[in-house]
């Protein structure tokens, strides 16, 4: 080899581990910023949890009501979900609860029948129990409705939504019986661990989306409390 030939090889050299420097640097760079957008979702996700947890109290409250979710980037909404309480196997009740749903990326969180759900799928868990009392003689399930006209926000680089809701509850007398109450949820893992927590036997009924249905065994006195928040969701604090 001449001394051209070694001089053009070095120069090739040096031009290739450039090259793989560069892609070594853009490859890490990406990786990077995917793990940054992930921990910006998640304290999202975490914050809106504890937002929502704050400004909807279905249960205490009763009249105007009004709160903050804040989020640096996704959307919140409101999707349609019913539960239905079944009284010796036949329906008796069912309730459009509907949901608020808050995503960001992969992120989710849920008000949903007064439980607050983080995450999607098997990854999913409880924030906060759905406000349902479960004894030997009594069964009393509260049932939050979301409302007809919830809006919509969605943004990023900083989002405040307000939430106004005027809370009222009504209470209905189911009987006497063995109840079982059907959750539709997107998240069906959560609602199971739940309810057997709980005691119930759980089954699962295929839909889109589909319904978790607890049985609680043995007779009770049973009670449904609709507690109509009669939320709106708009921009601004």
């Known amino acids: 080899m001449t001394a051209s030939d070694r001089g053009q090889s070095n120069v090739v050299g040096v031009a290739l581990l450039l090259g ?20 910006a979702a998640e304290a999202d996700a975490e914050r809106v949890a504890t937002d929502l947890d704050d400004a909807l109290e279905p249960v205490a409250a009763t009249g105007p009501q009004r709160g903050t979710v804040t989020f640096s980037k996704g959307r919140l909404t409101s999707i349609d979900r019913t539960v239905t309480i079944r009284a010796d196997g036949r329906e008796v009740e069912t309730v459009p609860v509907d949901a608020l749903v808050f995503e960001s990326g992969d992120r989710q969180v849920r008000f949903h029948a007064g439980a607050i759900v983080r995450g ?5 868990w409880l924030h906060a129990p759905p406000p349902f009392t ?3 003689d009594v069964l009393i399930v509260g049932a939050p409705t979301v409302g007809d006209d919830v809006g919509t926000i969605s943004g990023s680089g900083g989002v405040t939504a307000t939430v106004e809701s005027d809370v009222s509850h009504e209470r209905r007398d189911l009987g006497e019986a063995t109840f079982s109450v059907a959750v539709e949820t997107a998240t069906p893992t959560v609602w199971e661990r739940w309810f057997r927590k709980q005691g119930a036997t759980v089954e699962r009924e295929d839909g889109k989306p589909p319904v978790v249905v607890g049985t609680f065994e043995g007779r009770r006195t049973g009670y449904l409390v609709v507690h109509d928040l009669d939320a709106e969701v708009t921009a601004g604090g």
Not at 120 to 124: K, M
């Open 20 to 39: 793989i420097a560069v892609v070594s640097m853009g490859t890490l760079t990406a990786a990077v910023g995917v793990v940054v957008d992930s921990s």
């Open 120 to 124: 999607t799928g098997r990854q999913a």
């Open 134 to 136: 479960v004894d030997e």
